[in-house]
């Protein structure tokens, strides 16, 4: 994510040709103070005020002191420590808004910017709100990642959710034309956090087959639908209805890949349930627990004998843990 990101999200984006004028990137905004702001020209007060409040909240201090964050409002994410990179498995997004060409034609120069402006605050909203991370805004699209900085078990499922709630928070936006999305999710190891540019134009790059395969499959959707590949499909189990699309050629991949475009959630009674579909990386390791518990052991007099079983899942209890409209499972020892 670059300054100019963080600017629009805060909707301070009319300031992006004086922060590049000024030199001013991901070191220097932490020391910026409310004088700083005056001789680079923020006259208005609340906005010196915002900017401050947001810088603060970017390194945890108080807005007199300190800065970088994100604005909370905003959803985007704490930037990460641009001196290091990992290999991480990452969902990764892509959202594309419908018909920005026509669009443009059709309203004033004014009237698209303030139309964009609200469609990136929406996604960026809703990412936030799921821990995703958006990285990067490409005129009239957003690239976000499940899985960096912060990592979660359930990075697939999370991000599944934030494109299902975008497509419902982008149409519900008062714009002068109904917004429709497209939307691609990838999940697979990548190497990510190599900066790359410089000033405004930094951002954490991401190496690997991944950004490309959500990218191929976002051009494949619908307006308001959201295709994910066969790796993501495979993690988030029976959490939700697809419809497949088979195996689909793709620009710049050397084989066909399966497709599936997600429908909704599913009507599985729980999340155990639905995670515990052979085809979850869940299910696969509560079949390898329940081999485990199946084996004879021997006791001290030699006798073989079954062990007592035990819940397939001692530690990992947040497969219990229902989501909202969904219900938990008890817990039995």
Wanted: proline share 6%; charged share 25%; glycine share 10%.
């Amino acid at each position: 994510m670059d300054i100019a990101a963080w600017l629009r999200g805060l909707g301070l984006e009319r300031y992006e040709a004086t922060f590049r004028d000024n030199e001013i990137d991901w070191l220097v905004l932490p020391k910026l103070t409310g004088d700083d702001l005056k001789d680079i020209g923020v006259a208005a007060v609340g906005h010196r005020r915002k900017l401050l409040e947001a810088i603060a909240e970017l390194s945890g201090g108080s807005a007199e002191l300190r800065g970088p964050p994100v604005s909370e409002e905003a959803g985007l994410s704490h930037p990460p420590d641009p001196t290091s990179a990992e290999r991480r498995l990452l969902t990764i997004m892509f959202c594309d808004l419908v018909g920005s060409t026509a669009l443009a034609a059709r309203l004033d120069p004014e009237d698209l910017r303030e139309v964009i402006s609200a469609y990136h605050r929406a996604v960026t909203e809703v990412v936030g709100r799921f821990d995703g991370f958006v990285a990067k805004y490409m005129g009239d699209g957003v690239l976000a990642y499940f899985g960096y900085p912060q990592a979660h078990e359930d990075d697939a499922e999370r991000a599944v959710r934030a494109g299902l709630a975008v497509v419902e928070a982008v149409r519900r936006l008062e714009t002068p034309e109904l917004l429709q999305v497209r939307i691609g999710l990838a999940t697979g190891l990548v190497v990510v956090g190599d900066l790359i540019g410089s000033g405004a134009a930094q951002e954490q790059a991401v190496v690997g087959e991944t950004p490309n395969l959500a990218a191929r499959l976002q051009a494949l959707a619908e307006p308001d639908a959201i295709v994910i590949g066969n790796d993501t499909r495979r993690m988030v189990g029976s959490l939700f209805e697809y419809q497949s699309l088979g195996k689909v050629e793709l620009k710049g991949l050397p084989a066909s890949v399966p497709a599936f475009r997600v429908l909704g959630e599913s009507r599985v009674g729980s999340r155990f349930e639905a995670l515990g579909s052979g085809e979850s990386r869940y299910g696969a390791r509560r079949a390898d627990l329940g081999r485990a518990g199946d084996r004879e052991i021997a006791t001290d007099g030699g006798v073989p004998r079954r062990p007592t079983r035990r819940a397939p899942y001692p530690i990992a209890l947040f497969l219990f843990t229902a989501l909202p409209g969904q219900r938990a499972l008890p817990v039995y020892r």
